[in-house]
């Protein structure tokens, strides 16, 4: 069933007070500064752009607004009906959400087709404090004490084995789409986020190769031994065993091969 406009209830006076609660509204805001530029492909386009909202008691709070046109999907359950593919991503947000699976959250989502072309916008709250586990974030948390370094990759393995547990893959999964933050009393929280091309699968072996496969290919700067200790903690072994040595063994030669399957 194609979803056509969804407002989160403690969200709405807030996108009021920013007069940015209707689509047509949210459309016209001002795009000149793109945070992602248009990315143009599928015969259409999409991008991001970072907006700060005044909140009615005070003080403002960071979004993320995901504008696209025509950037459309053709789905197995309806092949004869084209669907934005934010609406796609939005259905796995709130998917995951359902599982524990900690990722964005989401404020709006709508599509419209205006003569003929698909505009859809997915609103999501930005994730304060947290960073790209990319080459930027691991530069500094490659030098922290072996504790502390353990509990990012504790945090980010166990939360992979939520989602690869449900059965569910990223299908895209690069070290970019996983961000953390370390807490306080020094906790690791993780989120995933870009979820457009996630998807159900049988298999949970082929799973981990598939999204570890595209986390080594482009781990860049991060060494072999915490490579190996981010698939260790995921594996919930202090040695590899058997059948890790074979589900690594299939993800290192995707990585040698650049192969990465669909």
């Known amino acids: 069933m194609t979803i056509h406009e969804y407002i989160n209830e ?10 940015a609660e209707t689509f047509e509204r949210l459309w016209q805001l001002d795009r000149k500064d793109w ?6 492909g599928r015969g259409g386009w999409s991008g991001v752009v970072r907006q700060e909202f005044s909140l009615p008691e005070g003080g403002k709070t960071g ?9 459309v999907y053709r789905s197995w359950k309806n092949l004869f009906c084209l669907s934005a593919t934010f609406e796609r991503e939005f259905r796995n947000l709130q998917h995951y959400r ?10 709006y989502f709508g599509h419209r087709n205006i003569n003929g072309d698909l505009r859809a916008i997915l609103v999501t709250r930005e994730l304060e404090g947290y960073q790209a586990f990319d080459a930027d974030c691991y530069s500094p948390i490659c030098k922290l004490d072996r504790t502390r370094r353990k509990r990012y990759f504790q ?22 789409h996983i961000f953390v933050r370390e807490n306080d009393d020094g906790s690791v929280d993780t989120r995933l986020i870009d979820l457009e091309k996630a998807r159900w699968r049988p298999i949970k072996r082929l799973i981990a190769i598939r999204d570890f496969g595209s986390l080594h290919r482009h781990a860049s700067g991060w060494s072999r031994t915490d490579r190996l200790r981010l ?3 995921y594996r919930q072994e202090a040695r590899l065993g058997k059948e ?16 990465v399957g669909k």
């Open 10 to 19: 403690d969200w709405r006076a807030i996108l009021r007070h920013n007069q």
């Open 35 to 40: 945070f992602e530029p248009p990315n143009r």
């Open 63 to 71: 979004v993320f607004i995901k504008f696209q046109e025509n950037h």
């Open 98 to 107: 359902s599982l524990g699976i900690p990722t964005q959250e989401p404020i």
């Open 155 to 176: 945090s980010v393995a166990t939360t992979l084995q939520q989602m690869h547990g449900c059965n569910l893959m990223h299908n895209g999964l690069y070290l970019k």
């Open 231 to 233: 698939f260790l903690a």
């Open 244 to 259: 890790s040595r074979k589900i690594l063994g299939s993800i290192l030669g995707r990585k040698k091969s650049g192969s």
